[in-house]
């Protein structure tokens, strides 16, 4: 059975730094042919994407991000890490990750593409 646990979420002060990780688990083998991504929403709005990794390792990251944040994975431990740096309050949101089937992410990160989802980390910033 396919499953993603996000941990790492909290409360910090803007310009603070967090860790994201998302246990994966389940896939087996097909883990390595996986696209995988991190959302995050907040309450009456639609899920964000602010970043995917592919397969061969290749990043994409939401227009907001501006390098503020970087995702990477441990392919032995089957472990998605997100690590949010100069954190804004605008960056306070329920952050999920999700894989996708492929072995390429799509160009465009777009939550209804994503096939299996987390149930989620909270991220809030203080001002």
């Known amino acids: 059975q ?3 646990v996000e941990s790492g979420g909290g ?3 803007a310009g603070g730094s967090l860790k994201l990780s998302c246990v994966v688990s389940g896939y087996g083998s097909e883990y390595d042919s996986l696209c995988m991504g991190w959302f995050r ?3 009456g709005k639609e899920r964000e994407g602010v970043a995917s990794i592919d397969r061969g390792g290749r990043v994409n990251y939401g227009d907001f991000v501006k390098g503020r944040f970087t995702i990477s994975k441990d ?3 089957h ?3 997100l690590q ?3 954190l804004e309050p605008e960056d306070s949101a329920m952050y999920y990750c999700a894989t996708f089937r492929s072995y390429m992410c799509p160009a465009r990160l777009v939550a ?3 096939q299996a989802w987390g149930q989620g980390t909270q991220v809030t910033v203080l001002s």
Do not use: G
Request: no cysteine.
């Open 2 to 4: 396919v499953q993603l």
């Open 11 to 13: 409360s910090v002060q």
């Open 41 to 43: 929403q907040v309450p």
């Open 75 to 77: 392919n032995i431990k």
């Open 79 to 81: 472990v998605l890490y």
């Open 84 to 86: 949010l740096n100069s």
């Open 112 to 114: 209804a593409v994503f």
